[in-house]
């Protein structure tokens, strides 16, 4: 028995919720492959239909996503990279097509913008439209502070 297989045959009798390659529908999954209709997702690759997930690499259709690194059609990201059609981002990078967006950057060229959505031209500011002079201006005194 490899050592791989060794920590993985470990980590499901010290924790029957824990499978290595794939879950549906447990509590606490912890470096898995794939969960779907999980809760509590920590560390894993994939997660679909999940709540509650952090520091996963991808998240399809979840709820509260903290720190994890591509999320689609998700409600509540935190502090993630690279966001796609997602509701309510608070501090996330890389938001694209996302509604509520608070503090986060790359969206469209928006900042402190809340409820726009597909703003590909142009520079905005507190959902509202600025040369970009003044956009420029203001990003790098919010960069400053």
Known sequence: MTKVELLAK?????NPSIVINSN?????????????????????DSC???NNCYNCDYCYNCNN?????????????DYCNSCYNCDNCD?????YNCYNCDYCDNCYNCILCKGLA?????????????????WLEVKRVLATT
Do not use: A
């Not at 898995?32 to 894993?44: L, T």
């Not at 996503?65 to 990201?77: G, I, L, R, T, V």
């Not at 905005?124 to 970009?132: A, G, Q, R, S, Y």
């Open 118 to 134: 597909n703003k590909t031209m142009g520079y905005w500011l507190l959902n509202k439209e600025v040369t970009k002079e003044v």
């Open 65 to 77: 996503c903290y720190n994890c690194n591509s999320c689609y059609n998700c409600y509540n990201c």
């Open 48 to 50: 679909n239909n999940c």
């Open 10 to 14: 470990f980590k499901v009798l010290t």
């Open 91 to 95: 501090y996330c990078d890389n938001c």
């Open 24 to 44: 549906y529908s447990c509590d606490n999954c912890n470096s898995c492959d794939n969960c779907n209709n999980c809760n509590n997702c920590d560390n894993c």
